[in-house]
């Protein structure tokens, strides 16, 4: 099972992108799935999160430009972007709390990351 993330860019201040994460395998479910990013020189920070059922929760940060989804059916996770700031530069990672597959039952996996570059 591995976690595979897509739709960085550089993009100018005030732009737009969707990322996505999509879960390939023989996979059954996933549970609560996440966007987190980290910047040069900071810690990974969680952005947002979704459960399998939906609920949705953003950092303040990103409330009111950026929104989480997912398609259960894809086994995808999204995260559209909108109103991008120079401070939104970082690397996303997705990140999937626990995925029941065919090849077993797997507990926090993390998608190789996606560069979000805003210029200003």
């Known amino acids: 099972v591995q976690l595979q993330a897509s739709g960085g860019g550089l993009v100018q201040a005030g732009g737009s992108l969707r990322l996505s994460c999509a879960a390939s395998?023989?996979?059954?479910?996933?549970?609560?799935m996440s966007w987190h990013r980290q910047a040069p020189g900071k810690q990974r920070e969680l952005v947002a999160v979704i459960t399998s059922g939906g609920s949705t929760n953003h950092a303040d940060s990103v409330k009111g430009r950026f929104t989480i989804s997912r398609d259960n059916a894809k086994n995808t996770v999204y995260l559209q972007t909108n109103s991008l700031k120079p401070e939104d530069t970082a690397v996303y990672y997705c990140?999937?709390?626990?995925?029941?597959?065919?090849?077993?039952?797997?507990?926090?996996?993390w998608g190789q990351g996606t560069q979000v570059t805003v210029s200003s």
């Open positions: 990140n999937a709390d626990r995925i029941r597959a065919m090849e077993g039952l797997f507990f926090g996996s």
């Open positions: 395998g023989k996979i059954f479910s996933i549970d609560t």
